[in-house]
């Protein structure tokens, strides 16, 4: 075999394949160029999900004539200067987009240099054309455009035809292309945007006015809906010369998938696996594993403290020092989440309040009007204890929420009011100023658990009560020594264990805060859990996981009454604790509903 040099076309056209991909990363790349010439609004058009069609019109500094001609080359570009890599300030920097684009579809790039006084624009600030067929370049010919640059983009991958058939529907393709655009207007809220695709409008933002900080919310509420803005805790954190700011969703607002986290560097959008997991950390005691919070975090930094050229499409970074940034990410996120409260998102209401319909069947009480109700007695004084108060609920309870002065009477004036039912010995209903509060006494109670273990631990090591008869539990031999070889670390949890014979474990102690507990239970699914942890991982590093489970198992179960001073205990506790507004899986612990809302499902309003 003879070794040659394979013709300039064929090597333009390998590697726009790692640039161009599909129509999302045309769009994505053409955008970025329009940005870098400082456009205030940019317009795109897409016809057969990108293949028949892309176009991308800004309102730039544009170019000139010897500039039209040049952008079309390899490794032409106007972003470095210095030609310092270590030194990036520009979305793009390579000189690789329009050349890749060109080299596998039919380009043409018109643009008018805005300043009329750019050398070699002429004085009249002339528009010229050129036009690009599969790599092979046209003559620049003058043309009438506005200040500004138009990319038009037709065929795309007609002279690549296998990368045709990877491409997907054209719903899909707009999809990506829509996703891309998405995150590019978030990080430049005060750039208008749009997106047409088959005369269709899907995209349409105007150039958002203010304080950047606010600006980035009301776009961010346009793009991930107005929950997101409703319902989102403001970041800002600075460590080192490197600033986070941005905004993460409440836990109770989450989702199946980590699509709607959405993470920049220095104005770049990013998909990085640093990133990812420093957010997963700072939810992990809030939210269930397979589900993922919704957010958007802006990270800037000095331009030679992260490493933006490591791929052609640059969507992967590197950092100087990674410990730090993700440090940053945790203690900031943590931070606005443990100062959120017991709050959680206003969209849980919502669902409940879609969800209510009025009652159209006849009413037909058994044995009676007033049949199942206590002649006399209110909701509340029906609910009566038949069993020993709460494991580390004392009551009357000490709120220090309530205002200055004396405390409010009946407790309605506390943020999460009054207790004055307990319906399907399970959910409290509470009263409070203005609506009602509806509490899961199990999810609630978990929470409260699971945060005062952490709280003893990290003070020395989780009380416990010992069993005045140890209780032997038998496992699976497998099961029994997984837990016996973790014996000395869940003793600092305050569950004392020892073995008992072959698959065999004697339960001599249990944590005070689980009160009385199914140690059998507890003890599978421990060793369920541990097994999943693996080896390698101690029982502290992986403290959350097993806290929770051992909440689980302490927390009030559903089913279980509670008398008043139980209820307003677990309500007055819920506002003192953090994180209370979900369990440690994420999901609410209770549902406030305002009186006007409940007045207007009677039609009152």
Not at 77 to 102: N, Q, W, Y
Not at 376 to 394: C, K, Q, S
Not at 460 to 465: D, E, F, H, N
Not at 533 to 548: A, K, P, W, Y
Request: glycine residues 10%; aromatic residues 4%; proline residues 6%.
């Amino acid at each position: 075999m003879t070794i040659r040099r394979l013709p300039e076309t064929l090597v333009n056209r390998i590697a726009a394949g790692e640039v161009v991909e599909r129509p999302a990363a045309a769009v994505k790349e053409l955008v970025e160029n329009a940005l870098d010439a400082q456009a205030r609004h940019i317009d795109v058009a897409m016809g057969d999900g990108g293949r028949a069609l892309i176009t991308v019109t800004d309102d730039g500094c544009g170019m000139s004539a010897d500039e039209v001609a040049l952008a079309v080359e390899r490794h032409a570009t106007s972003k470095l200067p210095d030609d310092d890599l270590v030194c990036i300030k520009t979305l793009g920097f390579r000189g690789e987009a329009l050349p890749s684009i060109g080299a596998v579809s039919r380009l043409t790039v018109t643009s008018r240099p805005r300043d009329p006084g750019l050398e070699g624009a002429g004085a009249d600030a002339q528009a010229w054309s050129l036009g690009v067929d599969g790599g092979r370049h046209g003559a620049l010919k003058p043309a009438a455009h506005a200040s500004g640059t138009r990319v038009e983009v037709r065929d795309l991958f007609y002279a690549t035809p296998a990368r045709l058939k990877f491409l997907k529907s054209v719903r899909t393709e707009v999809g990506h292309a829509q996703d891309a655009l998405n995150r590019l207007a978030m990080a430049h809220p005060h750039v208008g945007f749009t997106l047409v695709a088959d005369g269709r409008d899907l995209l349409r933002l105007a150039a958002a006015e203010g304080e950047l900080f606010d600006a980035r919310l009301r776009r961010l509420g346009a793009i991930m809906g107005r929950e997101f803005a409703e319902n989102a805790l403001p970041i800002e954190a600075e460590r080192e010369g490197i600033r986070l700011s941005g905004y993460i969703g409440l836990p109770t607002l989450n989702r199946g998938t980590a699509q709607h986290q959405y993470l920049f560097v220095n104005g770049r959008p990013v998909r990085d696996k640093l990133l990812h997991g420093a957010v997963r950390g700072a939810y992990r005691d809030v939210l269930a594993h397979d589900r993922h919070p919704m957010l958007a975090l802006f990270l800037d930094l000095p331009p030679d403290a992260v490493d933006v050229n490591v791929h052609p499409a640059k969507a992967e970074v590197r950092f100087r020092d990674p410990g730090l940034v993700r440090g940053l990410i945790v203690g900031a996120c943590k931070h606005a989440l443990a100062a959120a409260g017991h709050r959680a998102s206003s969209s849980v209401a919502t669902a409940a309040l879609g969800a209510a319909r009025p009652f159209a069947g006849p009413l037909r009480p058994a044995g009676g009007f007033g049949a199942g109700f206590g002649a006399g007695r209110g909701f509340a004084e029906t609910a009566v204890a038949y069993h020993a108060p709460l494991p580390g609920l004392a009551a009357p309870p000490g709120a220090v929420s309530a205002p200055a002065g004396e405390p409010p009477s009946d407790f309605v004036e506390y943020p999460l009011g009054a207790a004055r039912a307990q319906v399907h010995a399970t959910y409290v209903v509470a009263q409070t100023d203005d609506g009602i509060v509806i509490v899961d006494q199990h999810a609630a109670h978990e929470r409260l658990v699971y945060e005062r273990m952490k709280q003893q631990l990290a003070e020395g090591g989780v009380a416990s009560q010992i069993l005045l008869i140890p209780e032997v539990v038998e496992l699976e031999e497998a099961a029994a020594s997984r837990l016996a070889a973790r014996a000395g670390e869940l003793r600092e949890l305050g569950l004392v264990i020892e073995p008992f014979g072959p698959g065999a474990l004697a339960v001599r102690e249990t944590p005070a805060l689980l009160g009385e507990v199914d140690a059998a239970a507890l003890l599978r699914d421990l060793a369920d859990e541990l097994s999943e942890l693996g080896d390698t991982l101690s029982v502290r590093e992986r403290l959350g996981e097993v806290c929770s489970t051992m909440a689980c198992h302490g927390s009030v179960r559903a089913g279980r009454r509670l008398n008043v001073a139980e209820m307003n205990a677990l309500l007055r506790q819920m506002e003192e604790t953090p994180h209370s507004g979900q369990c440690n899986h994420g999901r609410p612990t209770y549902i406030e509903l305002k009186l006007a809302d409940i007045e207007r499902l009677f039609g009152r309003r």
